[in-house]
T-cell receptor, first 115, second 114 residues
Protein backbone atom coordinates (compact mmCIF):
# COMPACT_ATOMS: atom_id res chain seq x y z
CA UNK A 1 0.00 0.00 0.00
CA UNK A 2 1.08 3.55 -0.61
CA UNK A 3 2.41 5.47 2.35
CA UNK A 4 4.34 8.64 3.07
CA UNK A 5 6.64 9.20 6.02
CA UNK A 6 7.79 12.55 7.28
CA UNK A 7 10.13 11.63 10.12
CA UNK A 8 10.37 15.12 11.60
CA UNK A 9 7.24 16.29 13.35
CA UNK A 10 8.65 19.64 14.38
CA UNK A 11 11.74 21.54 13.19
CA UNK A 12 13.09 24.87 14.36
CA UNK A 13 15.62 26.79 12.30
CA UNK A 14 17.09 30.24 12.55
CA UNK A 15 16.17 32.82 9.97
CA UNK A 16 18.71 32.74 7.17
CA UNK A 17 19.74 29.17 7.85
CA UNK A 18 19.28 26.37 5.37
CA UNK A 19 16.41 23.93 5.61
CA UNK A 20 15.80 20.34 4.63
CA UNK A 21 12.52 18.56 5.30
CA UNK A 22 12.55 14.83 4.83
CA UNK A 23 10.01 12.74 2.99
CA UNK A 24 10.11 9.02 2.26
CA UNK A 25 7.46 7.14 0.39
CA UNK A 26 6.44 3.57 -0.17
CA UNK A 27 5.00 2.74 -3.54
CA UNK A 28 5.35 -0.04 -6.08
CA UNK A 29 6.40 2.24 -8.91
CA UNK A 30 7.40 5.85 -9.32
CA UNK A 31 4.55 7.98 -8.07
CA UNK A 32 3.73 11.58 -8.59
CA UNK A 33 5.28 13.54 -5.71
CA UNK A 34 4.19 16.81 -4.17
CA UNK A 35 5.06 19.23 -1.43
CA UNK A 36 2.34 21.45 0.02
CA UNK A 37 2.48 24.21 2.63
CA UNK A 38 -0.33 25.05 5.02
CA UNK A 39 -0.61 28.17 7.15
CA UNK A 40 -2.76 27.94 10.30
CA UNK A 41 -6.46 27.59 9.50
CA UNK A 42 -5.83 27.72 5.77
CA UNK A 43 -5.97 25.35 2.86
CA UNK A 44 -2.95 23.90 1.13
CA UNK A 45 -0.71 25.63 -1.35
CA UNK A 46 1.37 23.64 -3.79
CA UNK A 47 5.08 24.34 -3.50
CA UNK A 48 6.32 21.99 -6.17
CA UNK A 49 5.70 18.69 -7.84
CA UNK A 50 7.58 15.90 -9.58
CA UNK A 51 6.04 13.97 -12.43
CA UNK A 52 9.03 12.93 -14.54
CA UNK A 53 12.27 14.21 -16.02
CA UNK A 54 14.82 16.19 -14.04
CA UNK A 55 14.92 14.82 -10.52
CA UNK A 56 15.71 18.24 -9.04
CA UNK A 57 12.52 20.24 -9.03
CA UNK A 58 12.25 23.96 -8.47
CA UNK A 59 9.20 25.39 -6.79
CA UNK A 60 7.79 28.63 -5.54
CA UNK A 61 9.20 30.76 -2.73
CA UNK A 62 12.73 29.51 -3.35
CA UNK A 63 12.04 25.89 -2.48
CA UNK A 64 13.42 22.90 -4.32
CA UNK A 65 13.13 19.16 -3.90
CA UNK A 66 15.12 16.23 -5.18
CA UNK A 67 13.63 12.88 -6.13
CA UNK A 68 15.94 10.01 -5.28
CA UNK A 69 14.54 6.76 -6.54
CA UNK A 70 17.15 4.61 -4.80
CA UNK A 71 16.21 6.08 -1.44
CA UNK A 72 12.48 6.48 -2.12
CA UNK A 73 12.86 10.04 -0.96
CA UNK A 74 11.69 13.47 -2.01
CA UNK A 75 13.28 15.90 0.42
CA UNK A 76 12.40 19.58 0.39
CA UNK A 77 15.16 22.17 0.68
CA UNK A 78 15.61 25.89 0.92
CA UNK A 79 19.03 27.58 1.15
CA UNK A 80 17.94 30.49 3.34
CA UNK A 81 14.78 30.42 5.43
CA UNK A 82 12.63 33.50 5.95
CA UNK A 83 10.38 34.10 8.96
CA UNK A 84 7.36 33.89 6.66
CA UNK A 85 8.22 30.27 5.88
CA UNK A 86 6.96 29.22 9.31
CA UNK A 87 4.08 26.85 8.54
CA UNK A 88 3.26 23.19 8.24
CA UNK A 89 4.63 21.27 5.30
CA UNK A 90 3.10 18.16 3.83
CA UNK A 91 4.61 15.69 1.42
CA UNK A 92 2.16 13.75 -0.72
CA UNK A 93 2.19 10.98 -3.29
CA UNK A 94 -0.26 10.22 -6.02
CA UNK A 95 -0.57 7.13 -8.16
CA UNK A 96 0.28 7.34 -11.84
CA UNK A 97 -2.37 6.61 -14.39
CA UNK A 98 -6.07 7.25 -14.27
CA UNK A 99 -7.98 10.42 -13.76
CA UNK A 100 -9.06 9.76 -10.22
CA UNK A 101 -5.77 9.13 -8.51
CA UNK A 102 -5.99 10.44 -4.98
CA UNK A 103 -3.21 11.88 -2.89
CA UNK A 104 -1.80 10.26 0.21
CA UNK A 105 -0.32 12.72 2.66
CA UNK A 106 2.42 12.42 5.19
CA UNK A 107 1.82 13.49 8.77
CA UNK A 108 3.40 16.88 8.18
CA UNK A 109 6.38 18.79 9.54
CA UNK A 110 5.78 21.93 11.51
CA UNK A 111 8.46 24.49 10.81
CA UNK A 112 9.26 27.21 13.31
CA UNK A 113 11.64 30.03 12.40
CA UNK A 114 13.46 31.88 15.13
CA UNK A 115 15.01 35.32 14.68
CA UNK B 1 -3.17 28.53 -11.05
CA UNK B 2 -6.68 27.21 -10.79
CA UNK B 3 -8.91 28.43 -7.99
CA UNK B 4 -11.05 26.28 -5.74
CA UNK B 5 -13.48 28.10 -3.50
CA UNK B 6 -14.81 26.45 -0.38
CA UNK B 7 -17.72 27.85 1.60
CA UNK B 8 -18.26 28.51 4.43
CA UNK B 9 -14.83 29.00 5.95
CA UNK B 10 -16.22 28.60 9.45
CA UNK B 11 -19.49 27.18 10.75
CA UNK B 12 -20.84 26.50 14.20
CA UNK B 13 -23.88 24.29 14.48
CA UNK B 14 -25.91 22.62 17.17
CA UNK B 15 -25.60 18.93 17.80
CA UNK B 16 -28.11 16.97 15.76
CA UNK B 17 -28.36 19.43 12.88
CA UNK B 18 -26.92 19.05 9.40
CA UNK B 19 -24.32 21.23 7.76
CA UNK B 20 -23.54 21.60 4.06
CA UNK B 21 -20.11 22.59 2.78
CA UNK B 22 -19.64 23.67 -0.82
CA UNK B 23 -16.58 23.27 -2.98
CA UNK B 24 -16.47 25.08 -6.31
CA UNK B 25 -13.89 25.13 -9.07
CA UNK B 26 -14.04 28.71 -10.28
CA UNK B 27 -12.13 28.73 -13.54
CA UNK B 28 -11.97 25.12 -14.62
CA UNK B 29 -14.09 22.01 -14.75
CA UNK B 30 -13.22 19.35 -12.22
CA UNK B 31 -13.99 15.80 -13.16
CA UNK B 32 -12.94 14.61 -9.75
CA UNK B 33 -13.14 16.19 -6.32
CA UNK B 34 -11.76 14.91 -3.05
CA UNK B 35 -12.86 15.58 0.49
CA UNK B 36 -10.35 15.47 3.33
CA UNK B 37 -10.64 15.80 7.05
CA UNK B 38 -7.89 17.17 9.21
CA UNK B 39 -7.74 16.78 12.96
CA UNK B 40 -5.74 19.31 14.99
CA UNK B 41 -2.03 18.97 14.40
CA UNK B 42 -2.53 15.95 12.18
CA UNK B 43 -2.37 15.22 8.51
CA UNK B 44 -5.15 15.19 5.99
CA UNK B 45 -7.19 12.04 5.82
CA UNK B 46 -9.02 11.33 2.62
CA UNK B 47 -12.71 10.80 3.27
CA UNK B 48 -14.08 10.27 -0.19
CA UNK B 49 -13.61 10.75 -3.89
CA UNK B 50 -16.46 12.16 -5.91
CA UNK B 51 -16.81 11.98 -9.66
CA UNK B 52 -19.23 14.18 -11.51
CA UNK B 53 -22.48 12.40 -12.18
CA UNK B 54 -21.74 9.28 -10.19
CA UNK B 55 -21.72 8.11 -6.60
CA UNK B 56 -18.85 9.01 -4.35
CA UNK B 57 -16.27 6.44 -3.34
CA UNK B 58 -15.74 6.46 0.41
CA UNK B 59 -12.58 5.46 2.20
CA UNK B 60 -12.70 2.64 4.68
CA UNK B 61 -14.18 3.68 7.98
CA UNK B 62 -16.01 6.74 6.65
CA UNK B 63 -19.77 6.60 7.16
CA UNK B 64 -21.39 7.35 3.84
CA UNK B 65 -24.76 8.00 5.45
CA UNK B 66 -23.25 10.57 7.74
CA UNK B 67 -21.07 12.35 5.21
CA UNK B 68 -23.19 12.81 2.12
CA UNK B 69 -21.32 13.88 -0.99
CA UNK B 70 -22.93 15.22 -4.11
CA UNK B 71 -21.07 16.16 -7.29
CA UNK B 72 -23.89 17.30 -9.49
CA UNK B 73 -21.86 19.41 -11.88
CA UNK B 74 -18.29 19.78 -13.11
CA UNK B 75 -17.79 22.84 -10.91
CA UNK B 76 -19.56 21.98 -7.67
CA UNK B 77 -19.29 19.30 -5.04
CA UNK B 78 -21.00 19.42 -1.66
CA UNK B 79 -20.34 17.63 1.59
CA UNK B 80 -23.23 17.41 4.04
CA UNK B 81 -22.51 16.36 7.58
CA UNK B 82 -25.79 14.89 8.77
CA UNK B 83 -26.89 14.81 12.39
CA UNK B 84 -23.63 16.40 13.44
CA UNK B 85 -22.11 15.62 16.81
CA UNK B 86 -19.19 17.23 18.67
CA UNK B 87 -16.84 14.49 17.48
CA UNK B 88 -17.49 15.65 13.91
CA UNK B 89 -15.85 18.96 14.73
CA UNK B 90 -12.85 19.21 12.46
CA UNK B 91 -11.27 21.02 9.54
CA UNK B 92 -12.65 19.83 6.22
CA UNK B 93 -10.80 20.53 2.97
CA UNK B 94 -11.83 19.82 -0.57
CA UNK B 95 -9.65 19.52 -3.60
CA UNK B 96 -10.44 19.45 -7.28
CA UNK B 97 -8.49 17.71 -9.95
CA UNK B 98 -8.60 17.75 -13.73
CA UNK B 99 -7.43 14.48 -15.22
CA UNK B 100 -3.73 14.06 -14.45
CA UNK B 101 -2.87 17.54 -13.22
CA UNK B 102 -2.22 18.27 -9.61
CA UNK B 103 -5.03 18.83 -7.17
CA UNK B 104 -6.07 22.34 -6.23
CA UNK B 105 -7.25 22.86 -2.68
CA UNK B 106 -9.98 24.97 -1.17
CA UNK B 107 -9.37 27.16 1.84
CA UNK B 108 -10.96 24.68 4.20
CA UNK B 109 -13.99 24.79 6.51
CA UNK B 110 -13.68 24.79 10.27
CA UNK B 111 -16.72 22.96 11.64
CA UNK B 112 -17.55 23.26 15.31
CA UNK B 113 -20.47 21.28 16.67
CA UNK B 114 -21.76 22.46 20.04
Amino acid sequence: AQSVTQPDIHITVSEGASLELRCNYSYGATPYLFWYVQSPGQGLQLLLKYFSGDTLVQGIKGFEAEFKRSQSSFNLRKPSVHWSDAAEYFCAVGARGGATNKLIFGTGTLLAVQP
Amino acid sequence: GAVVSQHPSRVICKSGTSVKIECRSLDFQATTMFWYRQFPKQSLMLMATSNEGSKATYEQGVEKDKFLINHASLTLSTLTVTSAHPEDSSFYICSARVLRTEAFFGQGTRLTVV
